[in-house]
């Protein structure tokens, strides 16, 4: 499953960005979507995901309140609204798939597909 992630760039603390990430018709009918992030020298981390069918969200509690993930179907397209960024959310962020798994407790190992990553920096 292909992934492309997009919509990164540099912000002020306090600003917004929305990240998108372009997914196979059929990824969005039967897996998860997650998001990821990766800062400079730490493990990548489960940021949100949404459920194919129903499409139940979650989100870290790092980000809860702050981001909204979203899933337009007819464009195939995962998005990650960022608000109120602080400057701790710099990060590369990755979206993945191929993954029957989306709840508080995902890791990396639960998704079988990434995209290459969009780099977020937020200035303080």
């Known amino acids: 499953v292909q992934l492309q992630a997009s919509g990164g760039g540099l912000v002020q603390a306090g600003g917004s960005l929305r990240l998108s990430c372009a997914v196979s018709e059929f990824a969005l009918e039967y897996f998860a979507i997650g998001w990821f992030r990766q800062a400079p020298g730490k493990d990548r981390e489960w940021v949100s995901c949404?459920?194919?069918?129903?499409?139940?969200?979650y989100y870290a509690e790092s980000v809860e309140g702050r981001f909204t993930i979203s899933r337009d179907n007819a464009k195939n397209t995962v998005y990650l609204q960022m608000n109120s960024l602080k400057p701790e959310d710099t990060a590369v962020y990755y979206c993945?798939?191929?993954?029957?798994?989306?709840?508080?407790?995902?890791?990396?190992?639960?998704?079988?597909?990434w995209g290459q990553g969009t780099q977020v920096t937020v200035s303080s």
């Open positions: 949404i459920t194919a069918g129903d499409g139940t969200i």
């Open positions: 993945a798939t191929d993954s029957l798994t989306c709840n508080y407790d995902v890791t990396i190992n639960d998704f079988g597909s």
